[in-house]
Nanobody, 117 residues
């Protein structure tokens, strides 16, 4: 059983920053690649960022967030983070944490991020 709990969402002005956290209740956190995804109203869920399993030496970002967002993981705390800088109104969405271990993917409940112009 994998449980993921996101936190850190909220309302922020354009140009501001937020840091999302996702705490995982798993026995072996390091076997999971971790990701952040988002879904805006009326749109499909899209990749924001992923970080590899183990030490997290490999990351990948969606084109719209490259250079502004940073994903990281703290294996000692079973937690993955998403640092979001230079936020734009188009970043407004529900942000979901995911844990990937083939063939399974586990999802958190999501946290709302709203960026006002």
């Amino acid at each position: 059983q994998v449980q993921l709990v996101e936190s850190g969402g909220g309302l922020v002005q354009a140009g501001g920053s937020l840091r999302l956290s996702c705490a995982a209740s798993v026995s072996i956190f390091t076997i999971f690649a971790m990701g952040w995804y988002r879904q805006a109203p009326g749109k499909q869920r899209e990749l924001v960022a992923v970080i590899s399993s183990g030490g997290g030496g490999s990351t990948n970002y969606g084109d719209s967030v490259k250079g502004r967002f940073t994903i990281s993981r703290d294996n000692a705390k079973n937690t993955v983070y998403l640092q979001m800088n230079s936020l734009k109104p188009e970043d407004t969405a529900v942000y979901y944490c995911a844990a990937h271990h083939n063939p399974n993917t586990y999802w958190g409940q999501g946290t709302q991020v709203t960026v006002s112009s």
